[in-house]
């Protein structure tokens, strides 16, 4: 069974920074897209950075210059840089990834339980 777990989301100060930890596990036989989504509270989930296997991203506006995201494909993780933090960024962060399982012939579209980061000071 494939599963993302997440680490890494915590209470933190505006201005501070956090990483973010994914990483895939179970019978996988491919991984295509990575990302990482957010969702606060009373809004709709919202993208916020994805990774191709072949290292392309892309960021919603309101992160450009203070997230990256990266991934290594041996480990078969995701992981989010925040820098720079504001209270708007609190919400319940969640990986994403498009995965080919071995039993499977195509791709599923996955998601982790969710981390919380607080931005607040």
């Known amino acids: 069974q494939v599963q993302l777990v997440e680490s890494g989301g915590g209470l933190v100060q505006p201005g501070g920074s956090l990483r973010l930890s994914c990483a895939a596990s179970g019978s996988i036989f491919s991984i295509y897209t990575m990302g990482w989504y957010r969702q606060a509270p009373g809004k709709q989930r919202e993208l916020v950075a994805t990774i191709t296997s072949g290292g392309s991203t892309n960021y919603v506006d309101s992160v450009k210059g203070r997230f990256t995201i990266s991934r290594d494909n041996g480990k078969k993780a995701v992981y989010l840089q925040m820098n720079s933090l504001k209270a708007a960024d609190t919400a319940v962060y969640f990986c994403?990834?498009?995965?080919?399982?071995?039993?499977?012939?195509?791709?599923?579209?996955?998601w982790g339980q969710g981390t919380q980061v607080t931005v607040s000071s």
């Open positions: 994403n990834a498009n995965i080919r399982p071995c039993d499977r012939l195509g791709y599923g579209n996955y």
